[in-house]
């Protein structure tokens, strides 16, 4: 494994052999709806409560992956899962039915990328042959715990995004596959002080911008390189202010880059500046996004998960919103190896 | 012309408590806690009985009303019981709208399942 700075590039070839996606009833009514493995109509998804449906959205788009790759839970080595709850509950209580060796993280939406990363870097280390990476979000479990539940009835301002109701799941190994993840960057914790738990857009921009930038100039790589920028959940808010932010550094991404936020939901769903949450990256990513590789519309892809790591009881005591961006590379297998 | 005059004055009301939401980024909660407050406090001066007599409904219905009644409440109970009445007055006037809110929220509750 190379270390450029703080960005890995993989010395094996490491593949995605499958994906597994469940999302709840905005998100399939949204363009990417057909792209979804598993559609609820309900946002109980058949359960009695917000948490066991969000439970219910992880163990469906981990059960769709298994079952792409032929795979029992047995065959795989490490589960390494977060999601938005406390104590990673969804991802936790997943693991205890699993009974896979698990590593839980947070990294709040960034997480579906830090999954991925930790994930293909334990397989190109030889510390794991197969791994499962998921993460998962839900507009009531999200909505209750950082803002307000939704009986409260408080006013959302046009700059806050909609927690995406959803779930996904990779599968990584060195089995071959069509789509090979080449490097990842690892975000760092980047604050400007913004405080603003309903505009999480503008607070998590610079952490993109951070991550792209140090993974152009550790790999020595231009924009050219890239086919797509695709950002997490920046949002109609954030999405400006990193083209912002890159070009003073003299990065252009405007044609290339493209919001999961924005991809998600038509802007007629009432979701304010676009969908957020650990499932946004993770389902559009898993699933449009692998599409669009497949069918070769595009090569090669830097998937740039953000993650506002709000915390409501710091936010109580008036301190700002910490942020991170962690970011993957995808690429059509058959391109060949990009070093 | 009352009818009119009600929904100005508690419309005034409820832009004030817009722009403390919008503004001064005030969440909901201290909206509602600062509108009892300035309630009681106005009617501290005896002001709030005078502008429920100018707009009736529109001083009755909103949340400061509730500020006013409780220390209407205080002060009745203190004439009656001195000192302590003030903690036996406070919620008098007011117990009706607080038991409902319980007993209704309750019922809600039992009968149906949150959307969200």
Avoid at chain 1, 243 to 266: A, N, P, Q, S, T
Wanted: hydrophobic share 40%.
């Amino acid at each position: 494994m190379g270390l450029m700075g703080g960005t890995w590039t993989f010395e094996n070839r490491i593949y995605v052999n499958s994906s597994g996606t469940a999302v709840g009833p905005k998100e399939a009514e949204g363009p990417l709806g057909q792209t979804f493995d598993i559609s609820h109509e309900d946002l109980h998804c058949g359960e009695d409560n917000w948490e066991l449906a969000e439970r219910r959205l992880m163990e469906q788009a981990i059960d769709q992956c298994l079952t792409k790759s032929n795979l029992q839970t047995d065959q795989v080595d490490f589960f390494i899962a977060g999601d938005l709850l406390n104590q990673n509950v969804t991802s936790n209580y997943v693991a205890r039915h699993l009974q896979i060796p698990t590593i839980c993280m947070f990294g709040a939406c960034s997480t579906s990328m830090e999954t991925v990363a930790i994930g293909s870097q334990l397989v190109d280390s030889g510390f794991a042959n197969k791994i499962v990476a998921a993460t998962s979000s839900h507009n009531a479990t999200a909505e209750r715990q950082f803002r307000y539940p939704t009986e409260y009835g408080g006013q959302k301002p046009d700059t806050a995004t909609a927690t995406v109701t959803g779930a996904g799941a990779v599968l990584i190994s060195q089995e071959y596959s069509d789509i090979v993840i080449t490097s990842a960057t690892i975000g760092k914790v980047v604050d400007y002080g913004l405080k603003d738990p309903f505009d999480m857009g503008s607070a998590m921009a610079p952490a993109a911008a951070d991550t792209i930038q140090r993974h152009l100039q550790d790999l020595n790589r231009t924009t050219n390189d890239y086919d797509m920028f695709i950002t997490g959940d920046l949002s109609g808010i954030g999405s400006p202010i990193l083209k912002d932010l890159l070009k003073e550094e003299g990065i252009d991404i405007d044609e290339k880059h493209f919001d999961c936020g924005l991809m998600i939901y038509r802007p007629d769903q009432n979701v304010f500046a676009g969908g957020s949450g650990c499932a946004c990256s993770a389902v559009v990513t898993f699933s449009h996004i692998f599409n669009m590789l497949r069918s070769k519309e595009v090569d090669r892809v830097f998937v740039v998960a953000t993650g506002a790591l709000l915390s409501p009881t710091m936010i109580q005591q008036k301190e700002s919103i910490p942020t991170i961006a962690h970011g993957v590379v995808f690429e059509r297998a058959e391109r060949g190896v990009h070093h | 012309m009352e009818y009119v005059i009600a929904f100005i004055a508690g419309g005034c009301i409820c832009i004030i408590g817009q722009l403390l939401l919008d503004i001064f980024k005030l969440t909901p909660a201290h909206v509602m806690s600062s509108f009892v407050v300035i309630g009681a406090i106005l009617d501290g001066f005896g002001i709030y009985d005078r502008f429920i007599e100018f707009a009736g409904a529109g001083a009755t219905v909103p949340i400061t009303s509730f500020g006013h009644s409780l220390l209407h409440g205080a002060m009745k109970g203190a004439d009656e019981h001195g000192f302590i009445g003030i903690g036996m007055g406070v919620f008098e006037l007011t117990s009706a709208g607080i038991s409902s809110a319980i007993v209704f929220a309750f019922l809600v509750a039992v009968f149906f399942r949150p959307k969200g």
